[in-house]
């Protein structure tokens, strides 16, 4: 644990206006006195690499970012070495989120497509009229739990916070926003995110209106900006929690910084040429030259020789 003192420093130092990039953090804790679990996520840095990776429109970067934050939010809650993967499938023209996200800060993502600008407005045209939500937490690569819920919220972020509250029967809200640079390079100016979630003897009315809070104007135009004054995150605190009796302030942990990291490697790659039919195969090897395979979650190309594909094909999974 840190103070609470420390913490605010820490998140001032982050948000230093003459930083180039506000640093990417992640706290948890909860608001004293009112039995509330938050956690708190700066993931400006994480998203970017993704959104330049699938060279995502700003359309489609709002929907991934906003998917990642949510995923990391929920991550940090798990306990040590477990990761969190969350999977939305909806029936517009957006078809596929995918966040996956570890205890340790590490995220990665993919969404498809990766151009969604003509459908930006038209949100029944994005999403359709139902899609379902998918959440498996895994250890060592072993599925601990899971379970899919439908959702209808039009909106990632939204969807899985009422998978927390139907699936899981724990009152959760979640808020993330997102901004912009008219940079290719650098897109991404700012992507931070809340979530809050009630501990067992928290009164759910209390958390309720703590949860409509997160639509409040003065909340949302907190978390849209950084910035090096005095207190900012308590400040954003304060807008979320109101004139709630018994609030006594915040205790605070530090968690790993989130970062875009990909699993994959040339020997999981590798693994994916035993899937390819034996026929086709047989055409690879005749054509003897180089099989590219990319990463969905990272796009790095892999090319592999046709000896590293024999020796492939010719072994036998772990």
């Given amino acids: 644990m840190i103070p609470v003192r420390r913490a605010l420093n820490l998140s001032r130092a982050a948000g230093c206006e003459e930083c180039p990039a506000m640093n990417d953090l992640l706290y948890k804790g909860h608001f004293k006195g009112l039995d509330i679990a938050f956690t708190y996520a700066v993931t400006t840095r994480a998203v970017n690499e993704a959104v330049v ?14 998917a990642m934050t949510a995923a990391t939010l929920a991550a940090a809650t798990l306990p040590e070495g477990r990761r969190l993967n969350a999977c939305w499938k909806y029936q517009g023209a957006l078809k596929t989120i995918v966040a996956d996200a570890g205890r340790d800060g590490s995220v990665r993502a ?22 379902d939500l998918q959440v498996v937490v895994s250890k ?13 919220l039009h909106d990632a972020v939204n969807d899985l916070a009422y ?41 759910l009315e209390r958390f309720d209106r703590v949860r409509r809070q997160m639509d409040d104007n003065g909340f949302r135009e907190l978390l849209g900006h950084e910035s090096a004054a005095e207190g900012y995150f308590e400040q954003i605190a304060k807008a979320l929690i ?12 530090a968690c790993p910084a989130p970062k875009f990291q990909c699993a994959c490697s040339r020997e999981k790659m590798a693994s994916v040429l035993r899937s390819i039919p ?10 003897a030259e180089p099989v590219g395979i990319s990463c969905q979650f990272c796009n790095e190309r892999y090319e592999l020789s046709i000896d590293e594909c024999i020796v492939a094909w010719n072994t036998k999974p772990k």
């Fill in 53 to 66: 990776r699938h060279d995502c429109d700003p359309a489609t970067a709002h929907v991934l970012g906003r």
């Fill in 110 to 131: 993919l969404i498809s497509p990766n151009h969604l600008g003509d459908f930006d407005d038209a949100h029944d045209a994005l999403y359709g009229e139902m899609g």
């Fill in 140 to 152: 060592n690569g072993a599925i601990e739990n899971s379970g899919t819920t439908p959702v209808s």
């Fill in 163 to 203: 998978h927390y509250c139907i699936s899981d029967q724990i009152e959760t809200g979640m808020s993330v926003m997102i901004g912009f640079n008219a940079d290719p390079e650098n897109p991404i100016a700012l992507c931070q995110g809340w979530m809050i979630q009630a501990l067992p003897n928290t009164d």
């Fill in 242 to 253: 109101g004139d709630e009796e018994g609030y006594e302030g915040v205790q605070v942990e």
């Fill in 278 to 287: 034996i026929p086709d195969r047989m055409t690879i090897v005749k054509r």
